[in-house]
Each structure stands twice: as structure tokens, then as C-alpha cells.
């Protein structure tokens, strides 16, 4: 045994050297880490790629561009299969975009004469698609004109036709992206521009695209204030006709359940718990001295329980165990398993090297999916099961191991449920540390298939990892829904957006992350670096602010412009916990902020136990985080702490704060505290 401990420790330094001196050499040749390809090697996924050829016929397109030689140069570029018009190349400013995209881009790029040259050549296909754009060949049609002929004479026609399919069918994004496309690129277009113009303006103001409707609608008022527009069988200037399309679709606020984050909240110091469900306690009752050692050094009983609130019941999923609390009482309504020998199995090497983390609920109406595994499988790579199950007794509706379309899919993720689909982050090759990442939409009753679609691939390298007595860390992947667009963050240098209608992948950003390891070995004894909980990117304005787990920057994009905002270097144990107006919070060891206009630090603050994971409730009035010391409300204009609430939870693991209506539960290792969110004047010099 000392022998094989000397060997592992032997292996483990080559390798950090090994890594330190590429590290080194890196730093040394001058490499910009935020000009990232989709080809290098050294990163840990790819989009899927296009093919050699195209990159080739792209490479053969320009250089007979600066010559001149507009036939050979067309006929490079329409080597191009359609098989290939989906898959990916690099694009600008660290984006990777589809082949169509950027055909289309170099196409509305030429020069007067080389238009002219590409509409003598390839006029009379794009009339011919559109003469034959009727029925079910309509969409398909369009679409094929718009990412290949757009240049041609009727490329803008096509457009301002898919533009309209598209808004018909609710997806503004896309509409408005098409008539955009059109004002931009084709203002030789026999189109009237004032009408496009109100068209993509209504479609914006649609998708909440508020920018960039605020800059057309100035355009409008300025450079087409007496054109007159057609719409909706009403002719008017194009200004009404925008003032009165845009009123006639005024958002309707969803009703409220009275559970909002606008609840104030101030905990007095002598504020006592409506109720205390104990987890802590009910593991540990009985237990010699010895055993309780054993399992409070064990790292799963420092894992707190996934929950989610839906009506008036608190649903919890702790190490794969399903409960259902009454949200007002705390009583148990039912729950799948007990807590009996849970401390046993824990001790078994494979449950150790969990990621307690993967847990994952999700609560809506009569249904909740869950994200479990069986502690009692000693199968180390043994995969993660996405179940859904009835909300009133937890009983099993159905397993996506047990339907044949998703046969090799893990989850790889939480799902989230937006616009009545259930998303899934998926992977497959589950026996590799980072398998191809896929997307799954399904429909949330029955688990049948909507769309699936791959995100990445990973570098195909031979990769090892030995684990041994130690929790596996590999980051899991986070989805946001925003305006019919799905946006997926790896967590390991790639955030993605899909069509959340057809799983339609839009592009991918590349950002700066750890380098792909090929070989890594991992003891019980050694240290492990800390690392935050992966975060989903977060909305700002216009703007997604995110940051990978294993980045050691903070991004910044426009995913409507697909232009980078900015990017700012920041510790790599770190995290994004919320946006305002004013600031931008961080999570790590410390919980700080950055200014949103300057992106200067406006202040840190280090709490007990940091701030690398669990919930952190931010609102204009004051943050709140719970620690092992108690709950801290600080300021967010300063980070100044206001006031501790010590309460009932003092010396668990880092909690999750909840709000729910007048109350406010912690959920952590130990139990589930639900507390009355009641008014109390802050503290000036709160105890220490």
C-alpha cells in the first residue's frame, strides 16, 4: 500500500510539471487565451465541425476573392454540400457560427462587381426556388434562398417571406433577424424600407429585443417619419402604423401567487422557526461515537437537498431520497425512502466519488422530474436517471432509461421547463470524463421526443482519470430560456444557442477555459482546489453575462448582434450569482461586486464558509446568504453586513436561501428551516 501511495504521488507531480511547463511554454509564445477556435485541439469540445473541404473551399473562396476571379471564387464556395450547411467554422470575436451563415456573410460582403458576377451566375436557381416556394416546399424553399442565394435579386423577397412565416408562427427572433438581415445587407432591395423597417421593429418589440427597438424606432421616426406603410390591411405613416402594431400587442403581466421575490425581508435576532424538518438528525440518531466520526468525515454528509416550491408543498430531493413537505407546517406529506443506513452506503468508494451536486428537482402542476441515482450501485461510472413523477404521492410516471429514443442518454445537467417543454442537457459515451453533450426537448407528461440535438463533441484523445476516495468534479451543463432561444453553457469553454422551437443550433461562443487533460490521477488525500457551482448565464439588458467554472474570466455578450460586450479576467473560483442595474455579484471565497458601467470591484466582502455555492438571494434592498454563522444580510451598494441572524442552522454546510411568500426557508445538510420574513431594523454594528 505505501508503495502504490508513492507511486500515485509520483505520477500526479509529473504530470502538474508536465502541465506547468505547457503552462509556461503558453505564456512564453504570447497566446491570447480569448482567441479561441473551434479547431484547436487543446480545448475540451468542439461544435460539431465542418468537414476539411469546406474549410478549404472557404480558404480557396477568399484567395480567388482578392484576385478577382469571381466564377472560380463562386464555384469554390458551392462545393459546399447541404449536408455541410450545418456544421460549424469559426466566425468573428470568438463566435463559431454555421457554414450557412458564414456563406451568406462573405456572399452580402462582395464588392459591386462581384455581386454582379454572383447574380449572372446563380439568379436563375433562386427564381426557381421561389416559383416552386408553395405548400410544404414553401418553408424549405425560403430558407435554402436565404442561407444560399440571399445576394441574388429575389434573396431579399425570400427573406421578407420567411420573416412573415415566421412571426406567424410566434418566433420573433427569427423574424426579426430576417427583415434585419434585409435593412442591413440588401438596401438595393425593391422592398419598401420604411415597411421592413416597422415589420422587424414589431418583431423586436415582440421578442424583447428592447435595444436594439428603442435604436429602429428612432430610425424610423428620423429617416421614414411621412413614408407611408401597409399593414394589417391599414395604411398609414410608418411611424402609426409602428405606434399602433406595437400597442395592439402590449405585453399582460402573468398573474402573481403571492409568493414573489418582492417579499421584504428583515430577521430579528430573536425571530424563532415556524417549523424544522431535521435531516442531520434523523441520519445520525443512534450513532456511536465512532460511526458519527466516520460519517461527518464522510464528504456526503456535507451534501445539502435539491428543492423547488410549487402551491403550497416544498418538494426535496436529498442524495436521491424524495420527500414532500406541507410549506406551511413542515409535516412530511410522503416520501420514497427513509434515511435508514444511508450513513452505511455512503461509506462505499463509489458513493464517495459523487458529485452530490447532480441531484436536481423540478416541480410544476401534477408532475416532478427528478435527477436521482442509486447509492447502492457500486458501479463508479454508474449513470444518472431522469424520472418524472406524480407530485401528490412521488410514484414513477415514467424513466427516460426505459424509453428506447433516448437509449445511451444521461443527464448531464438540471432540466428546466419553459413554454411547456421540458429541456434536458444530455450526454452520451457516458464511460468518458467528457462525453459528446447533447439537448433534449421532450414533452413533459409523457417524456415523448420533441427534438434532440447535438452541442459538442469532445476531443477524442485518449483520456484517463483515476479517481480514488475523491469526489469527481467534472463541471455540469446549465440551460436558460429567454425569448423562444435556448442558451447552454458547458461550463468547459463553449455557451451555445438553440431554436427552442426546433433545436435549430444557432452558434456557439468559445471562451477561455482549462486545457483538455489526457491524463489525471486523483487521491483521497490530496488537496482538491476549490471550485464554484456551475451558474447559468445571466440576462442584463441586452447583454448574457456568464462565466465558465473552469474560466478564469467573466463574459459579456449580445446574442442578438453576436458581438462581445466584454470580457474582464477574474479568479477562477468564482461564480456569477446575479445582475442589477448597478452590479454585477460574484460568488467564491469571497462575495463581491462589480461595477455594471465600469467593471471596476466596488467591494468584497468574505462571509463564513466563502461563497462557492448554494443560493445567494439578491434584490435592491439587501443580499442575504446563509452561513455556518447564520444567515447575513449585507448591503449591495458597499457589501457593509447589516445585520447575522443566527437562527437555528449554525455550523451547517453552506445553505440555500429560499423565499417563499411571508417566509424564508434554509435548506443545508442538516435540515430544512423555515422562518417568518418579518420587518427589523437593521443592526449598525452587528455581532462578529
Known amino acids: 500500500m ?63 476573392r482578392k484576385r478577382g476571379a469571381w466564377e472560380r471564387a463562386l464555384k469554390a464556395l458551392y462545393t459546399i454540400g447541404d449536408d455541410q450547411s450545418l456544421r460549424f467554422v469559426d466566425g468573428a470575436d470568438g463566435f463559431i457560427v454555421p457554414v450557412a451563415r458564414k456563406r451568406r456573410e462573405v456572399l452580402t460582403a462582395l464588392p459591386p462587381e462581384g455581386q454582379s458576377a454572383y447574380r449572372l451566375f446563380y439568379d436563375a436557381e433562386a427564381r426557381k426556388l421561389l416559383d416552386q416556394a408553395e405548400g410544404d416546399a414553401e418553408r424549405a424553399n425560403l430558407e435554402r434562398i436565404y442561407s444560399s442565394y440571399f445576394t441574388t435579386t429575389v434573396g431579399a423577397a425570400a427573406a421578407d417571406r420567411l420573416g412573415d412565416l415566421d412571426f406567424e408562427q410566434g418566433r420573433f427572433d427569427r423574424a426579426a433577424d430576417c427583415w434585419l438581415t434585409i435593412l442591413r445587407d440588401r438596401p438595393d432591395s425593391d422592398l419598401s424600407p420604411a415597411t421592413i423597417a416597422v415589420k422587424a421593429a414589431v418583431a423586436l418589440s415582440r421578442a424583447g429585443r428592447r ?56 430577521l430579528a435576532e430573536a425571530v424563532a422557526p415556524d417549523w424544522q424538518f431535521r435531516i442531520a438528525d434523523s441520519i445520525e440518531a443512534g450513532m456511536a461515537p465512532v460511526e458519527l466520526n466516520q460519517w461527518r468525515s464522510n464528504p456526503l454528509s456535507s451534501a445539502r437537498p435539491a428543492a423547488a416550491i410549487d402551491g403550497e408543498t416544498l418538494y426535496v430531493n436529498y442524495l ?28 462505499q468508494p463509489a458513493a464517495q466519488m459523487l458529485d452530490p451536486s447532480r441531484f436536481a428537482l423540478l416541480a410544476r402542476g401534477e408532475r416532478l422530474w427528478t435527477v436521482t441515482r442509486d447509492l447502492k450501485d457500486q458501479n463508479s461510472m454508474g449513470p444518472f436517471q431522469l424520472e418524472c413523477r406524480r407530485a401528490e404521492d412521488g410514484e414513477v410516471v415514467w424513466k427516460m432509461a426505459d424509453l428506447p429514443e433516448y437509449a445511451g442518454y444521461e443527464p448531464s445537467g438540471p432540466p428546466i421547463l419553459a413554454d411547456g417543454v421540458l429541456y434536458v442537457p444530455a450526454k452520451i459515451q457516458q464511460n468518458q470524463p467528457l462525453p459528446e453533450q447533447w439537448v433534449l426537448a421532450m414533452r413533459p407528461e ?7 440535438t447535438q452541442v459538442a463533441v469532445s476531443r477524442q484523445s485518449q483520456q484517463r482519470y483515476y479517481y480514488s476516495g475523491r469526489r469527481e468534479q ?95 479576467p477574474f479568479g477562477k473560483a468564482a461564480r456569477v450569482v446575479g445582475c442589477d442595474d448597478r452590479s454585477i455579484y460574484l460568488g467564491g471565497e469571497e462575495l463581491s461586486a462589480l461595477d455594471a458601467k465600469t467593471r471596476t470591484l466596488s467591494w468584497a466582502t468574505r462571509l463564513p464558509g466563502g461563497s462557492l455555492e448554494a443560493t445567494v438571494l439578491i434584490r435592491p434592498d439587501g443580499i442575504w446568504q446563509a452561513t455556518p454563522r447564520g444567515v447575513f444580510e449585507l448591503d449591495p451598494a458597499d457589501g457593509r453586513v447589516r445585520r447575522i441572524f443566527r437562527g437555528e442552522d449554525l455550523g451547517s ?23 417568518p420574513a418579518r420587518s427589523a431594523p437593521p443592526q449598525e454594528d452587528p455581532p462578529r
Request: no cysteine.
Open 2 to 64: 505505501i508503495w502504490t501511495r508513492r507511486l500515485i504521488a509520483l505520477l500526479v507531480l509529473a504530470w502538474a510539471a508536465s502541465t506547468g511547463l505547457a503552462q509556461v511554454a503558453d505564456d512564453a509564445e504570447g497566446k491570447d487565451p480569448d482567441k479561441v477556435s473551434n479547431d484547436d485541439p487543446g480545448r475540451p469540445l468542439q461544435m460539431p465541425p465542418a468537414a476539411t473541404e469546406v474549410k478549404e473551399a472557404l480558404e480557396d473562396f477568399e484567395r480567388f
Open 211 to 266: 435595444s436594439e427597438f428603442d435604436q429602429i424606432r428612432a430610425e424610423i421616426e428620423d429617416r421614414y417619419r411621412d413614408e407611408p406603410t401597409t399593414l394589417g390591411g391599414e395604411t398609414a405613416t410608418a411611424p402609426e402604423s409602428l405606434r399602433r402594431l406595437v400597442d395592439a400587442a402590449a405585453p399582460v403581466a402573468p398573474p402573481s401567487d403571492g409568493r414573489g421575490a418582492d417579499a421584504s425581508i428583515g
Open 320 to 347: 436521491g431520497r424524495l420527500m414532500a413537505l406541507d410549506l406551511a407546517t413542515g409535516r412530511l406529506r410522503w416520501r420514497t425512502e427513509s434515511f435508514h443506513n444511508l450513513e452505511q452506503i455512503a461509506t
Open 446 to 452: 409523457a417524456g415523448r421526443p420533441i427534438w434532440k
Open 474 to 568: 467534472t463541471p455540469q451543463v446549465r440551460l436558460m430560456w429567454n425569448s423562444g432561444a435556448l442558451y447552454v453553457d458547458t461550463h468547459v469553454g463553449l455557451l451555445a444557442r438553440l431554436d427552442a422551437d426546433t433545436g435549430t443550433l444557432d452558434w456557439g461562443y468559445g471562451y477561455e477555459t482549462a486545457p483538455l487533460q489526457t491524463e489525471r490521477y486523483f487521491y483521497g488525500n490530496m488537496p482538491q482546489d476549490p471550485q464554484p457551482a456551475g451558474e447559468p448565464p445571466r440576462e442584463r439588458g441586452d447583454a448574457l453575462v456568464f462565466k465558465g467554472a473552469q474560466s478564469s474570466r467573466i463574459y459579456a455578450i449580445d446574442p442578438n448582434r453576436m458581438t462581445v460586450a466584454w470580457r474582464r
Open 653 to 675: 454546510e453552506a445553505a440555500d436561501l429560499v423565499a417563499a411568500g411571508d417566509r424564508l426557508l434554509t435548506i443545508s445538510n442538516r435540515a430544512i428551516t423555515a422562518y
